[in-house]
């Protein structure tokens, strides 16, 4: 069965992942960029800029990573490699303890942990830019050729689009680095169409005989610079879902058919929006997903469900997610400060079915913590308007329902739901009933609608007229392809 987690790669892979039970690894992890990237929701009007917040590329050095640092050096455990353990305390003369060093130890972990799932015949594909390329290239090297594996390629992965400085060369390459565990791991040769011109050549080289039998009938080899794999860059494009550091489609198919067969297990332990898995499932491969945000859960199992149908999910083992009311609780007081909006992301998107924008950032003013625009009927036409989402993991009161009220009324939504994991108080439920109810011409809705994670556990779920999903929709996949058709 397909797996998706959500949670921290680390803890997953070691604690639900066993030993060479993996074909193939990619992963196209953060880059120490120290930005934040966003998610763009698919909306209506002066709403598509809408963003939220998918993950923070900003490392920082803290107790956490004192310890994961102690961990690797120390080594008391015996998991990493002598020269891992040397090229860390040798790394940490050279740069200072801040946000790269936190970073590669981050990094050097996790990568251990798919050393140590990898099968003998599997590979390992690392996505990355020329920024950190060369460090990781140095932890690679400690732990895969340090035991008996290999370092086949260093892959350019060329592109355009974006913006041009006129400061230095325009740089339009990532970095994708291709390991291996032993010296005879699964390699499919891949090739690329001839083009046009290549043809033509053939033609008259050959003349007389049908030009294909002077060339390879599986095309040209691919080498280790690509030119034919096109960033999503056209806010148009069909591929495109709004998530940031988004990589193609074809991308990924090329690396899972290179490395891997039909029936394989393949693992992105940053899975981000999904593309690997999406490439798995449609090339026939068993797959294994994992992302510590809840957005990209959620944007996952929406693409797989848009793409291969509604049944898709029947055959996903979901790991992570809170399936209780304690869990959920065990969410909403995690201590690691990368997972400080989570439990609000999970409850607003698990409450709208995936389908509500999530607010990362209130302002000084206050506001919602998400949104989601609703159908209104003005005489037989439909418009739209706003519904909002307030999420409280702590005590509650009258006072918390009023506020909200004044939320819902100065950004001019019609409704409001509150959402929190303490029973409301017999006063926040009369003030609540005691603001009425929203009539959208299709359905009435109370203006201000208290919900318990404990009612949402049990399967309570937002239910009004919507005006599109937020997200953008994947496009579904083609009977050609061997898929169910969508729709």
Same mark, same amino acid.
């Given at each position: 069965m397909n797996q998706l987690y959500y949670g921290d790669n680390l803890e997953i892979? %070691?604690?639900?992942?066993?030993?060479? $039970?993996?074909? =193939?690894?990619?992963?196209d992890p953060p880059f120490n960029s120290k930005r934040d990237y966003n998610q763009i929701y698919n909306n209506i009007g002066k709403e598509d800029a809408a963003q939220s917040r998918a993950f923070v590329d900003t490392w920082t050095w803290t107790l956490r990573v004192e310890n994961e640092f102690q961990e690797i050096c120390i080594n008391d455990k015996g998991i990493f490699t002598a020269q891992t353990s040397d090229l860390i305390i040798g790394i940490a003369k050279i740069l200072p303890r801040g946000s790269l060093l936190a970073y590669i130890i981050s990094m050097t972990l996790r990568i251990?942990?798919?050393? %140590?799932?990898?099968?003998?015949?599997? $590979?390992?594909? =690392?996505?990355?830019?020329?920024?950190v390329s060369h460090y990781l290239k140095l932890v690679l090297d400690a732990i895969f050729c340090g035991q008996g594996g290999d370092f086949r390629n260093e892959i350019i992965w060329c592109y355009s689009g974006g913006g041009v400085s006129k400061n230095w060369f325009a740089r339009k390459h990532d970095v994708i680095l291709f390991y291996v565990k032993t010296k005879s791991p699964i390699f499919n040769q891949q090739f690329r169409p001839y083009s046009e011109g290549t043809l033509k050549r053939g033609r008259t080289q050959i003349k007389g005989k049908h030009y294909e039998q002077g060339l390879r009938k599986e095309g040209t080899p691919v080498n280790d610079w690509w030119t034919d794999c096109p960033k999503i860059t056209s806010p148009t494009d069909p591929e495109k879902l709004g998530y940031p550091t988004q990589k193609p489609l074809v991308l990924l198919e090329r690396i899972v058919k290179a490395s891997s067969n039909e029936g394989d297990v393949?693992?992105?332990c940053f899975c981000g929006c999904g593309t690997t898995v999406s490439a798995a499932q449609k090339l026939n491969r068993k797959w294994i997903g994992i992302d510590i945000t809840y957005q990209?859960?959620?944007?996952?199992?929406?693409?797989?469900?848009?793409?291969?149908?509604?049944?898709?999910?029947?055959?996903?083992?979901?790991?992570?997610?809170p399936k209780d009311l304690e869990s959920a609780k065990a969410l909403a007081t995690k201590e690691d400060d990368r997972l400080r909006k989570e439990f609000?992301?999970?409850?607003?998107?698990?409450y709208s079915e995936n389908k509500a924008m999530v607010n990362d950032k209130k302002g000084k003013d206050g506001g919602s913590d998400g949104k989601i625009r609703v159908a209104e009927n003005h005489d037989g036409k439909s418009v739209y308007r706003d519904l909002l989402f307030e999420v409280k993991s702590g005590g509650v009161g009258v006072k918390d329902i009023r506020n909200?009220?004044?939320?819902?009324e100065r950004e001019n939504a019609v409704a409001g739901v509150f959402i929190t994991l303490l029973e409301p108080t017999k006063d926040m439920?009369?003030?609540?009933?005691?603001?009425g109810d929203y009539d959208s011409g299709y359905m009435k809705f109370p203006k201000i609608k208290i919900v318990t994670i404990a009612e949402m556990m049990a399967g309570e779920r937002l239910?009004?007229?919507?005006a599109i999903d937020v997200v953008k929709t994947a496009k579904a996949s083609s009977v050609e392809d061997g898929q169910l058709e969508i729709e």
């Amino acid at each position: 069965m397909n797996q998706l987690y959500y949670g921290d790669n680390l803890e997953i892979m %070691r604690n639900e992942i066993p030993d060479k $039970s993996v074909d =193939l690894c990619y992963i196209d992890p953060p880059f120490n960029s120290k930005r934040d990237y966003n998610q763009i929701y698919n909306n209506i009007g002066k709403e598509d800029a809408a963003q939220s917040r998918a993950f923070v590329d900003t490392w920082t050095w803290t107790l956490r990573v004192e310890n994961e640092f102690q961990e690797i050096c120390i080594n008391d455990k015996g998991i990493f490699t002598a020269q891992t353990s040397d090229l860390i305390i040798g790394i940490a003369k050279i740069l200072p303890r801040g946000s790269l060093l936190a970073y590669i130890i981050s990094m050097t972990l996790r990568i251990n942990e798919i050393h %140590r799932v990898l099968k003998s015949s599997g $590979s390992f594909y =690392l996505h990355c830019d020329p920024n950190v390329s060369h460090y990781l290239k140095l932890v690679l090297d400690a732990i895969f050729c340090g035991q008996g594996g290999d370092f086949r390629n260093e892959i350019i992965w060329c592109y355009s689009g974006g913006g041009v400085s006129k400061n230095w060369f325009a740089r339009k390459h990532d970095v994708i680095l291709f390991y291996v565990k032993t010296k005879s791991p699964i390699f499919n040769q891949q090739f690329r169409p001839y083009s046009e011109g290549t043809l033509k050549r053939g033609r008259t080289q050959i003349k007389g005989k049908h030009y294909e039998q002077g060339l390879r009938k599986e095309g040209t080899p691919v080498n280790d610079w690509w030119t034919d794999c096109p960033k999503i860059t056209s806010p148009t494009d069909p591929e495109k879902l709004g998530y940031p550091t988004q990589k193609p489609l074809v991308l990924l198919e090329r690396i899972v058919k290179a490395s891997s067969n039909e029936g394989d297990v393949v693992l992105d332990c940053f899975c981000g929006c999904g593309t690997t898995v999406s490439a798995a499932q449609k090339l026939n491969r068993k797959w294994i997903g994992i992302d510590i945000t809840y957005q990209s859960i959620s944007l996952i199992k929406k693409r797989l469900t848009e793409t291969y149908g509604k049944d898709i999910m029947k055959s996903v083992k979901i790991g992570g997610i809170p399936k209780d009311l304690e869990s959920a609780k065990a969410l909403a007081t995690k201590e690691d400060d990368r997972l400080r909006k989570e439990f609000e992301k999970w409850a607003i998107l698990t409450y709208s079915e995936n389908k509500a924008m999530v607010n990362d950032k209130k302002g000084k003013d206050g506001g919602s913590d998400g949104k989601i625009r609703v159908a209104e009927n003005h005489d037989g036409k439909s418009v739209y308007r706003d519904l909002l989402f307030e999420v409280k993991s702590g005590g509650v009161g009258v006072k918390d329902i009023r506020n909200f009220a004044r939320v819902v009324e100065r950004e001019n939504a019609v409704a409001g739901v509150f959402i929190t994991l303490l029973e409301p108080t017999k006063d926040m439920k009369q003030e609540a009933a005691s603001m009425g109810d929203y009539d959208s011409g299709y359905m009435k809705f109370p203006k201000i609608k208290i919900v318990t994670i404990a009612e949402m556990m049990a399967g309570e779920r937002l239910n009004v007229p919507l005006a599109i999903d937020v997200v953008k929709t994947a496009k579904a996949s083609s009977v050609e392809d061997g898929q169910l058709e969508i729709e």
